[in-house]
């Protein structure tokens, strides 16, 4: 997932990117990863921040590099009452104010895509939006997408999840025919537009322990996957599976596959945290812009220390947010 950008080079200057971040829940460690992905990234592109400039300056923002971004202060935030690592309504609101100005943005031309810094689900429940499940759903929702998918990826593996931010015991009824094939068809696309696979080869994982061993542990493979998979073939997209779980990350990571197709979440995160988590980033595929954020969440347990937080994941969201969006330009 490498990005090799030189902003003096005539394609640069030609296709200069505006990339916009969200600075996430105020209280987490956004502001600070922000902060200190800009020191190494500022010069690949124009930058737009978007959330509380008091916030980021507590945070180490403002005075790091010599590169100074464009910042929409938002001052959602009261100044005197603000702490670091708290979930509290105020932040969860003042982060959804962020994402709907970055919409804004967006919408208007004044960035081209969009990098965002981790919210709390709960804080955004505290502050009133009961049905919140996360950025993924709530841009989709915000731009009237109705198929889309989940990219979940780092530098050696790339997955899609047919289900996302739901319970394990509802995953067996929330796989459908139709969910896979549109994740599947979603995957072939992204990585030919995105990231420029002529022939995408993916793999499908099952959903049960062996892929089910003939229906012993289950038939969702043998009901519902197997099924979906020969509609998608019937559509010249080339895939084998269902597969054991296992297996078909063993076979990803030996470079047998461009991408895996994860039936719920954790399928996915477990082997991309274990590889490397700090190249790990969620790529959003499906919105009519490119959107990416690092993988992991708001780390409230050392958000008020800024030199525990690492940046290497925002840094590897706003390169390859830089890399999707280019190749969209190219095409």
Known sequence: MSLSLNPTSKSCRIKRLKIGITLGDPSGIGPAVVAGALKSTGRIADFTIIGSGYVYRKAGGLQLG????????????????FRFGRIDAEYGRASIEYIDRALGLLSSGDIDCLVTAPISKEAVSLAGNKNFTGHTEYLAEKTGVKNFSMMLLNRCLKFFTVTRHISLRDVSDRVKQRDIINCVILADSALKKLFLVAKPRLVVMALNPHASDGGLFGKEETLVIAPALNKCRSRQVRLDGPLAADAAVGLLKDGLYDCAIAMYHDQAM????????????????????????PLHGT??????????????????AIKLAAKCALNLKRA
């Open 299 to 316: 780390a409230f347990d050392i958000a008020g220390n800024p030199r525990a937080a690492n940046p290497s994941s925002f840094i590897a």
């Open 66 to 81: 010599a590169v100074r971004p464009r910042f929409i202060d938002i001052d959602n935030v009261r100044h005197k009452a």
């Open 270 to 293: 477990i082997p991309l945290k274990l590889i490397d988590r700090h190249s790990g980033v969620n790529l959003t595929v499906g919105l009519p812009f490119v959107r990416t954020s």
